[in-house]
């Protein structure tokens, strides 16, 4: 483990977030590295809160942070709480930054969303297209929020030479994740929603919009595992995409759960519900030339959240 350029062994890492499903595999994750833990419930600490924020660090003193607490949620959770996405995301990324700052973090990765990107980008995206269009709608909320969190990690490595990185994944997916049906990402709701109608013999689910936008997947295992490989070997300016290149329609998608399911039913649409960025395949050549791989591909990933929702469920 000392052979990487920023080792985690005998580090104090600070997971802000661990409750949250890409938190809490981090945390798996770094069980191999040798560190201690910190971790902070939302009783014992108000990220919104700068004082309690800066006390806190001042009390822990961790050397690494993987900031992977947000405000979170699906395109209509996005679209109908903008002042909550945009307020308490900034406040979030600013006070553990500053504090980070101020208590001489040595090493920050902070989490955004692919979401980042003008609505319209050319496909694959790659980290270039940042700031370079118009944002998508229904989550330009939270877009702004996290293109914040990139500048403030470039800001205080620029001014104060601190070594803050920033990582952009896809849309993910895995344990831990939220399946309420109003505010959760499409592939647990469709999980949810197809386990409902296979137990009420229903006909057939359906679907937010038209089914044809396209989205990439990638499991919050293999995320942890590239934001760990991120902080060990990346230190620069430009944030770096984390995406599995693994693409497909919702319609695929629902598809796809379905026969993981053994679902057989048909599909329906909700044309009144948005459809959200048509596509956001991102490029990440960069990341993959550094020499990471996702290991998690969409079909085994949809077969253990199918079965991880049964357990729940039952
Ligand atoms: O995953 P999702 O909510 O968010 O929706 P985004 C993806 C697509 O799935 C949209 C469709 O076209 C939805 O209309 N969809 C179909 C559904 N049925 C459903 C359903 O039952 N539930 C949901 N949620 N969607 C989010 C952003 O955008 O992506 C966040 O709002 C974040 O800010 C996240 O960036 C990664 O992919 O559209």
Redesign the pocket.
């Known amino acids: 483990m000392g052979d990487v350029p920023y080792a985690l062994s005998g580090k104090r890492v600070y997971v802000a977030g661990h409750r949250g499903m890409v938190g809490s595999a981090i945390v798996r994750r770094i069980a191999a590295e040798n560190c201690t833990v910190l971790q902070a419930t939302r009783q014992e600490l108000d990220l919104t809160n700068q004082q309690a924020v800066n006390a806190w660090f001042a009390q822990n003193r961790p050397e690494a942070v993987f900031l992977a607490a947000a405000k979170?949620g699906?395109?209509?959770a996005?679209d109908t709480q903008p002042a909550d996405f945009l307020y308490e995301n900034l406040m979030i990324e600013a006070n553990i930054i500053h504090a980070a700052y101020l208590n001489g973090v040595e090493k920050l990765v902070f989490l955004g969303?692919?979401?980042i990107y003008p609505k319209f980008a050319a496909q694959p995206i790659a980290e270039s297209a940042l700031l370079e269009g118009q944002l998508e709608p229904?989550?330009e909320w939270?877009?702004i929020a996290k293109i914040a969190g990139i500048k403030l990690c470039q800001a205080y490595r620029k001014q104060h030479g601190a070594d803050f990185i920033s990582a952009m994944p896809t849309?993910l997916y895995g344990t831990g994740d939220n399946y309420a049906?109003a505010s959760?990402?499409?592939l647990p709701?469709?999980v949810r929603?197809v386990h409902q109608a296979k137990a009420e013999n229903a006909p057939s689910i359906t679907?937010?919009?038209s089914g044809t936008?396209l989205?990439e997947f990638m499991h919050a295992d293999d995320c942890a595992d590239a934001l760990v490989f991120l902080m060990q070997h990346y230190s620069d300016h430009e944030h770096v995409n984390v995406g599995s290149g693994q693409e497909v329609t919702?319609r695929d998608l629902a598809l796809m759960i379905g026969a993981a399911s053994g679902y057989q039913g048909s599909i329906d649409l909700d044309p009144s519900?948005?459809?959200?960025?048509p596509r956001k395949l991102m490029n990440s050549a960069k990341l993959t030339a550094m020499g990471w791989q996702p290991t998690i591909d969409l079909e085994a990933g949809i077969a253990r959240t199918v079965a991880e929702f049964g357990e729940i469920a039952a």
């Not at 519900?273 to 960025?277: I, N, S, V």
């Open positions: 979170v699906g395109i209509l996005n969303s692919s979401c229904t989550n939270y877009a849309n049906p959760s990402h499409v709701a469709l929603k679907l937010w919009g936008p989205r919702i519900k948005p459809d959200g960025t």
